[in-house]
């Protein structure tokens, strides 16, 4: 099986839900899949933060124009996807169209996988799957901004650093790169 | 002038600041820095995102661990600098000593640059500054949550894709890499 094709599916293992950070923070663009009255749907997202370890919550902003808002509003609940280069162009799609019109799972061939704590689907082609549910309400008004908590984690143990895509706007992404190790030059407890 | 070299500070030019996103959402750390009773002070900081275009607001956390958490509060401002890997290991010196018991400009080589509409000074050497004014404290004492208002951005023309560093917590940093330019797949408006 050729991993990097597009429609493969990883194989996951359990994540500590703490740690997420170590994908999310770089600012990597993901899909965050939800499920309502029967339809699932996924939407491109690239605004989002973490905001603490323990409680594992991200915040992040979703638009009110975008049909996943109203679905994840009245459920509280999604998973938010992380994908690679070798999504590029699944991801510029899902973008391009609306949930209220089609279903993206069956128009872009991707599979949904079955989570344990929310009912929103994993993207199965995915690198990780992030099963969140709503923690905090306080700013969608005014912002649309969602506080979540991550309640469970399921990562692919390779690569270790899967090669990610960061939006710029105006249709240009920056994939990552290298890596840098400075382990040695944190001071303990500062990393 | 060899503008690669460690303490280069590159010419910047104004820029909009409802376009900050194309520095900011690709998840890239930055240094914040902020000036309170005439001390000035520099954190580093990974978990931001932009939530707004216009006005152009970024939402961040800055731990109350921090020294400059007290100096950001009190004044309500910062600016936010954006370093690339030229920086690297003043990055990672930056996040290992408080600012209560140095002066990070001194003690780091590093040249405060007047700012136009805050205080708190602009880091020279940065590859963009961007002037921020505390736009809502709604979430300060429940996340250490800031969100501001960037209020004037510079930005250095060259080059248009800066290496910047993207971090993975445990010392590891990973680097921004090559560019995928997606803008023909996109349907308008969508970017």
């Known amino acids: 099986m050729n991993m990097s094709a597009p429609n493969a599916a990883p194989r996951k293992k359990d994540f500590p839900v ?27 997202m690239g605004w989002h933060s973490i905001l603490e370890f323990s409680p594992s919550l991200v915040g992040c902003v979703i638009s009110s124009a975008n049909h996943s808002f109203g679905m994840i509003r ?4 999604c998973v938010i996807n992380l994908p690679t280069t070798a999504l590029t162009d699944t991801v510029v799609n899902i973008g391009n ?12 061939g991707l599979t949904a996988g079955k989570a344990k704590h929310v009912a929103a689907p994993l993207i199965a082609e995915c690198h990780a799957n992030f099963e969140c549910k709503l923690y905090d309400d306080a700013l969608i008004d005014e912002y649309n901004y969602f506080i979540f908590e991550v309640v469970k984690a399921h990562v692919a143990p390779q690569p270790e650093h899967p090669e990610t895509l960061h939006y710029k706007g105006d249709g240009i992404f920056m994939i990552s790169g290298g890596i840098i190790n400075k382990k040695a030059m944190f001071r303990p407890g500062m990393r």
Chains 1, 2 share one sequence.
């Open 97 to 108: 169209v609306s949930g209220a019109d089609i279903d993206k799972f069956a128009a872009f």
């Open 74 to 77: 009245a459920t509280g609940e």
């Open 18 to 44: 703490s740690e997420v950070r170590r994908y999310l923070e770089p600012g990597p663009v993901v899909l965050v899949s939800s499920r309502c009255q029967g339809k699932s749907n996924i939407m491109t």
